[in-house]
């Protein structure tokens, strides 16, 4: 009886374990480059917030300018969050995004009351006005 693709690929790695390891060093890496890439374009040509200089990159992030769409949170629960940076890159980059650090995604998300729901959120904005931190 023959053995199926997946058989004969987890046999393999069975008898190699070092096979699993140079793969996920392998995976690591790309993520990395990735990830520096997408900072770097979205960061005006550097690895910076664009709000305040900072440039440590393990606390630098993408930033959706207007807001995070509604299923964003949903796409990062499933784990989506290299594709999403994978598609951004086959998109060409596309306009809408920013590099900032965590405090200044912080300050942006609770000045712009980006952590209540649309609904709440225009509530919010009626009541106190839309406040424009950037500028």
């Excluded at 070092?18 to 990830?35: C, D, F, G, M, P």
């Excluded at 306009?95 to 980006?114: A, D, F, V």
Aim: with cysteine.
């Amino acid at each position: 009886m023959a053995r199926s693709n997946a058989e004969r690929q987890r046999a393999y790695r069975e008898r190699h374990p070092e096979y699993r390891e140079r793969n996920l060093s392998i995976t690591r890496e790309r993520k990395k480059r990735l990830r520096l890439e997408i900072l770097t374009h979205y960061g005006g040509g550097k690895p910076v917030c664009v709000r305040c200089g900072f440039d440590d990159i393990r606390a630098l992030s993408i930033d959706h300018i207007n807001g995070r769409p509604a299923n964003f949170a949903t796409q990062i629960r499933k784990g989506v969050k290299t594709e999403a940076a994978i598609s951004l890159k086959k998109q060409g980059f596309p306009p809408g995004y920013q590099t900032l650090c965590m405090n200044c995604q912080w300050i942006k998300r609770n000045t712009k009351g980006e952590f209540l729901s649309p609904g709440k959120r225009e509530a919010a904005n009626s009541v106190v006005g839309e406040f424009h931190w950037w500028e």
